[in-house]
């Protein structure tokens, strides 16, 4: 099977996207959003239920419930005419769906996160000593699809 076989740092993670459209196959979401210092944590967890029992050993149980892949943040060192910067503030605005492939680089090994989200916060920080930064929530609509190439 192609894709990462190793333990590997993150500093090779890529972020493209297609604000064209959503349900992009992962093969032709190819815009690369530059300049990234930070891609939150990529979460899917469910909801525990829990559940009583009758006649039961005196335990409740815990079921998975709804799956969630919750919305994360990226923090850009923002560029203000950055096309791609532009994009996702426009995204924002517009309130598109879009789609997002996170790729995981490891040499010629790649493993590909590919998702549809809505952009919903574009944020600017313009710290007096520091670099200036643009964080963007996204939120995923439904999970992830894990591809490798």
């Excluded at 590997?8 to 093969?27: E, M, P, Q, R, V």
């Amino acid at each position: 099977m192609a894709g990462i076989g190793n333990i590997t740092t993150g500093y090779n993670t890529k972020l493209f996207w297609d604000k064209a459209k959503i349900n992009a196959a992962a093969s032709s979401v190819t815009t690369e959003i530059t300049s990234i210092q930070n891609i939150g944590d990529l979460a899917d967890t469910a909801a525990a239920v829990t559940v009583n029992v009758y006649g039961g050993n005196g335990y409740t149980e815990t079921l998975a419930g709804i799956k969630t892949a919750a919305p994360f943040d990226i923090v850009l060192n923002w560029k203000p005419i950055d096309v791609q910067h532009l994009a996702l503030q426009e995204a924002y605005k517009l309130s598109s769906q879009v789609t997002f492939k996170v790729a995981f680089v490891f040499g010629a090994a790649e493993t590909y996160l590919t998702f549809n989200a809505n952009v919903l916060s574009f944020s600017i920080s313009t710290p007096a000593d520091g670099v200036r930064s643009a964080t963007v929530s996204i939120a995923p609509i439904g999970g992830y699809t894990i591809s490798h190439k």
